[in-house]
Nanobody, 127 residues
Framework: QVQLVESGGGLVQAGGSLRLSCVGSGDTFSMYAMGWFRQPPGKEREFVATISRVGRKTDYAGSTKGRFTISRDNAKTTVYLQMNSLKPEDTAVYYC????????????????????WGQGTQVTVSS
C-alpha cells in the first residue's frame, strides 16, 4: 500500500501559477502509476492528468492540456502538477491518486482505476 499527502494548494489570481506536490510513502513509489484529479464545488470529481511509473507517458484532460504539466521524481517519491494560466474554473479540491503495482508505460484516466488517494488540497482561483 501507499500513503499519499498533497500540498501546494492556495489562493491565486487568474493567470497565475501553482505547483502541487504529492509525496508517497509506504511502498515502492516507482511501481505506481499516478494521477491528479479534482472536484470543483458542487460537481463530480474529474480527471486532470496521469503519468506512468517512470514518467515516460502522460495524458491530460482537454481542459488542462497545454496549461498543466504532470511530472514525477521517483527518488523523492513525489509527483507534481505544475499549473499555469490558471482560470477561475480551475477552482477545486485537487487529489493525487496511485494505482499499482502496475506495468511500465501504463497510465489511467478513470478515478475507478485508482486504489489509493490523498486527502486533497484546495486550489482557489480568483477572477
Amino acid at each position: 500500500q501507499v500513503q499519499l499527502v498533497e500540498s501546494g494548494g492556495g489562493l491565486v489570481q487568474a493567470g497565475g501559477s501553482l505547483r502541487l506536490s504529492c509525496v508517497g510513502s509506504g511502498d515502492t513509489f516507482s511501481m505506481y502509476a499516478m494521477g491528479w484529479f479534482r472536484q470543483p464545488p458542487g460537481k463530480e470529481r474529474e480527471f486532470v492528468a496521469t503519468i506512468s511509473r517512470v514518467g515516460r507517458k502522460t495524458d491530460y484532460a482537454g481542459s488542462t492540456k497545454g496549461r498543466f504539466t504532470i511530472s514525477r521524481d521517483n527518488a523523492k517519491t513525489t509527483v507534481y502538477l505544475q499549473m499555469n494560466s490558471l482560470k477561475p474554473e480551475d477552482t477545486a479540491v485537487y487529489y493525487c491518486a496511485a494505482r499499482g503495482p502496475t506495468v511500465t508505460g501504463a497510465y489511467y484516466t478513470r478515478d475507478s482505476d485508482y486504489g489509493f488517494w490523498g486527502q486533497g488540497t484546495q486550489v482557489t482561483v480568483s477572477s
